[in-house]
T-cell receptor
Framework: DAGVIQSPRHEVTEMGQEVTLRCKPI?????LFWYRQTMMRGLELLIY????????DSGMPEDRFSAKMPNASFSTLKIQPSEPRDSAVYFC????????????FGEGSWLTVV | AQTVTQSQPEMSVQEAETVTLSCTYD???????LFWYKQPPSRQMILVIR??????QNATENRFSVNFQKAAKSFSLKISDSQLGDAAMYFC??????????FGAGTRLTVKP
């Protein structure tokens, strides 16, 4: 299995620009999660989907953040406009209902907003 | 809300020795899952070990084992025969049945040769 695949691995962008992070969950997994990791706040759950439907987006920091899952094999996390305080590592993770209770993480997308 | 506390920001261990990382959590639920994840400098999140709350037996994975004390809401990770490759950030995580997964602040483990 290829695991959870995220892109880009690293991105540096200027403040005000739109940023789109992409994720391909493990095939067959029906839950997808977006996490953000910062020094100040640690690992935070931003949003998660079940069968492509957003279930809990209470962790999304503000309206500049949006996430979509148009199909079972693809999700995006978009930040528009980006700000320096958005600099973090963003992790996508997935889990399958029939594969146990372990959440598997992608390698993360390092975002730097200057 | 469930919270996960790792009271040791940093720990160090001599190679080949044993180290224990602490984790406590707060929950009102009776059924849940606990995890330890390892995060090396590459920033990957690697599952080390997991424990189902309904199981009394402590989970073990090779050199990694846990001491799960449900009444005390404690879930410590013991690393035996520490290796240089064990150096990383270790995160304790709690997940309820409704999938709200929470992480502790992490413990940075240094392994001295």
């Amino acid at each position: 299995d290829a695991g959870v695949i995220q892109s880009p691995r690293h991105e540096v962008t200027e403040m005000g620009q739109e940023v789109t992070l992409r994720c391909k969950p493990i095939s067959g997994h029906d839950y997808l999660f977006w996490y953000r990791q910062t020094m100040m706040r640690g690992l935070e759950l931003l949003i998660y989907f079940n069968n492509n439907v957003p279930i809990d987006d209470s962790g999304m920091p503000e309206d500049r953040f949006s996430a979509k899952m148009p199909n079972a094999s693809f999700s995006t996390l978009k930040i528009q406009p980006s700000e320096p305080r958005d600099s973090a590592v963003y992790f996508c993770a997935s889990k399958g209902s029939v594969s146990g209770n372990t959440i598997y993480f992608g390698e993360g997308s390092w975002l730097t907003v200057v | 809300a469930q919270t996960v506390t790792q009271s040791q920001p940093e720990m160090s261990v001599q190679e080949a020795e044993t180290v224990t990382l602490s984790c406590t959590y707060d929950t009102s639920e009776s059924d849940y899952y606990l995890f330890w994840y390892k995060q090396p400098p590459s920033r990957q999140m690697i599952l080390v070990i997991r424990q189902e709350a309904y199981k009394q037996q402590n989970a073990t994975e090779n050199r990694f084992s846990v001491n799960f004390q449900k009444a005390a809401k404690s879930f410590s990770l013991k690393i035996s025969d520490s290796q240089l490759g064990d150096a990383a950030m270790y995160f304790c995580a709690y997940r309820s049945l409704v999938l709200d997964m929470r992480f502790g602040a992490g413990t940075r483990l240094t392994v001295k040769p």
